[in-house]
């Protein structure tokens, strides 16, 4: 068959452009030569460019061995490559012959993968060891969380108010329903911030005075029973505010003293089950409105009362049940049992 290209022909000069270092040498010789003879005899007769010339051509030397140092190492990274291709090219011969000693082998020797699986199987079978199996059961209990994680997501939210709706709804989220509740009926509010134990009360302002005509106090956590001393505690922060009314929200019920102690103070106990029936007396819109602020996201999942993020799920051990925890513990020492939010935050701990 007939090549499409003649191969051209190496010359000296080629050869001389394919070395770097030779041509630094010779640009290197050159340019010493130039200032040794060349730049004196430029101007001979005049002494200012001749004093000039003669101090650049006595560091003539100095300039040719920075062209000479070049040269070194570009002639050293020449040479490395050079091997570097020879051993290439001496692996490739090695390769080639091997294969063909390959195909010439029968076919029915068996493949290097049968060979292996072989080899495998009839290797004796290693004790990973206490250590390593402890990271595959953490490993495997960390997988497990996830598609929990993932099976709460995915879990349908509620399309309509009840009670079951109300007490599933964690302490912070709750608070903001109630806040958006008097906001839904027109009644202009505003949220104190977090204080240490994680307290955020709701004020209320229903005239023009610029000062608060009731504060609202919200405790959820399920079906729980609030008892007589966070009542007592929201009749203590009504004298110290001058606030001569109070509403006591939660998503559970009330002890018999409880109700004694806030008949005598102007304090209204709403609850769960009255809350419910005041939030399906509004209008359909507000209630679809609350229902989304109650249900967006991750509403279940208690939130630190110091920080205000999220908690995260701890496994309990066996003679331990599970408990929540802050993300930050413990640098933060919020931690509490599943189940005892509840009484934690209505102060019955």
């Not at 925890?325 to 509840?342: L, M, S, T, V």
């Amino acid at each position: 068959m007939a090549q499409g290209h003649r191969k051209r022909s190496v010359t000296l000069l080629d050869e001389m452009l394919a070395a770097p270092w030779l041509l630094i040498f010779v640009v290197g010789i050159a340019v010493f030569i130039g200032l040794v003879w060349g730049l004196p005899n430029l101007a001979p007769d005049n002494i200012i460019l001749n004093s000039i010339a003669q101090g650049v051509a006595a560091v003539a030397w100095v300039v040719f061995g920075i062209f000479f140092l070049f040269c070194a190492a570009f002639y050293a990274l020449a040479a490395s490559t050079k091997s570097t291709r020879s051993a290439a090219s001496h692996g490739d011969t090695n390769g080639g012959s091997a294969a063909r000693r390959r195909r010439s082998e029968p076919a029915a020797a068996a493949s290097p993968a049968l060979q292996a699986e072989a080899v495998l199987a009839e290797a004796p079978a290693v004790d990973p060891g206490p250590a390593v199996v402890m990271v595959e059961r953490e490993a495997a209990e960390a997988t497990h969380d996830i598609w929990r994680g993932q099976d709460a997501e995915i879990e349908a939210k509620p399309t309509a108010w009840s009670i079951d709706v109300i007490r599933a709804v964690e302490w912070k989220r709750f608070e903001d329903l109630c806040q958006k509740f008097y906001e839904s009926s027109g009644i202009r509010s505003e949220t104190t911030a977090l204080g240490p134990e994680g307290g955020m009360d709701i004020l209320l302002y229903q005239d023009d005075s610029g000062r608060p005509t009731a504060i609202v106090h919200c405790a959820a956590g399920g079906d729980c029973l609030v008892g007589v001393r966070p009542v007592r505690e929201l009749l203590g922060v009504m004298t110290h505010e001058k606030i001569g009314r109070a509403f006591f929200v939660t998503s559970g019920h009330f002890a018999d003293a409880a109700k004694v102690v806030a008949t005598g103070n102007r304090i209204t106990l709403i609850s769960g089950d009255m809350l419910l029936m005041m939030i399906k007396r509004l209008p359909e819109a507000a209630r679809t409105s609350l229902l989304e602020v109650a249900t967006e996201g991750d509403y279940k999942t208690p939130t630190c009362p110091a920080c205000g993020i999220k908690m995260k799920r701890l496994s309990g051990k066996p003679v331990s049940p599970d408990s929540w925890a802050c993300h930050n513990y413990p640098r933060c020492q919020q931690k509490f049992g599943i189940g005892q939010e509840a009484s934690r935050r209505v102060g019955n701990h």
